[in-house]
C-alpha cells in the first residue's frame, strides 16, 4: 500500500488531473483508515497522536501525522524491524540485513518525506513546547488504553514515550 501511495503522489506530481493517480490515492487513503493493516497486531497510535495537533493549533491532521510518523517509526522499531526491512526492499530497492536494512528503509522513508515536503519539524509549526505534556494528556483521555492505562499501539506508551515523540518531532530529522 505504501508503494502504490507513493507511486500516486509522483504521478500527481506530474499531471494533478492524473485521474487514476488520484483514485489510488484515495484507495489508499481509505484503506488505511478502516483498521485493516494493524488488525493483526493492535492498534497504531500515529492517527491519535496527531489530534491535539489539529485541535490546539489548526494543524491539518495528515501534516501532523507526517510530522510524527518517522519518529513513532523509530519508538517502534524493535517490534517493527522486519515490516521495515521489507519497506526498504519492496519499495526502496535496497539491499543488507536487519538490523541495517531496517535502518536503512527508515532513513530512506525520511528522505522520501523530507524530499516531498511532507514531513517538517514541529518546531516550524506554530506549537509551543510548553504544550506537549497537556497534549500527551489529551492523546490518553481519547485512548483507547491497554489494561495499565498506556496507548494502544505496537509497542504500547505512556504518557512520557508520547512526550518524548512529540519532543523528537519538534527536532529536524
Not at 484515495?26 to 483508515?33: E, I, P, Q, R, T
Not at 516531498?116 to 500527551?136: I, K, N, Q, T
Request: proline share 6%.
Amino acid at each position: 500500500m505504501m508503494k502504490a501511495t507513493m507511486d500516486a503522489y509522483l504521478s500527481l506530481e506530474r499531471d494533478p488531473e492524473d485521474i487514476q493517480a488520484r483514485s489510488a490515492l484515495l484507495w489508499a487513503a481509505s484503506l488505511s483508515n478502516n483498521g485493516l493493516f494493524h488488525a493483526r497486531r493492535g492498534c497504531y497510535a500515529a492517527h491519535n497522536l496527531g489530534h491535539p495537533f489539529s485541535a490546539r493549533y489548526d494543524i491539518p491532521h495528515g501534516r501532523a501525522i507526517a510530522c510524527l510518523f518517522p519518529h513513532l517509526l523509530e519508538f517502534d522499531f524493535a517490534a517493527i524491524e522486519d515490516k521495515l526491512a521489507l519497506l526498504g526492499t519492496m519499495v526502496f530497492h535496497l539491499q543488507g540485513r536487519a538490523p541495517d536494512l531496517a535502518r536503512l528503509a527508515l532513513a530512506a522513508f525520511r528522505g522520501w518525506m523530507e524530499t516531498h515536503g511532507f514531513y517538517v519539524p514541529l518546531s516550524d509549526l506554530p506549537v509551543a513546547p510548553g504544550d506537549l505534556e497537556r497534549m500527551a494528556d489529551d492523546v490518553l483521555a481519547l485512548g483507547p488504553l491497554d489494561e495499565q492505562g498506556r496507548m494502544r499501539n505496537i509497542v504500547p506508551m505512556t504518557k512520557s514515550d508520547i512526550v518524548r515523540i512529540y519532543e523528537r518531532a519538534m527536532a529536524k530529522l
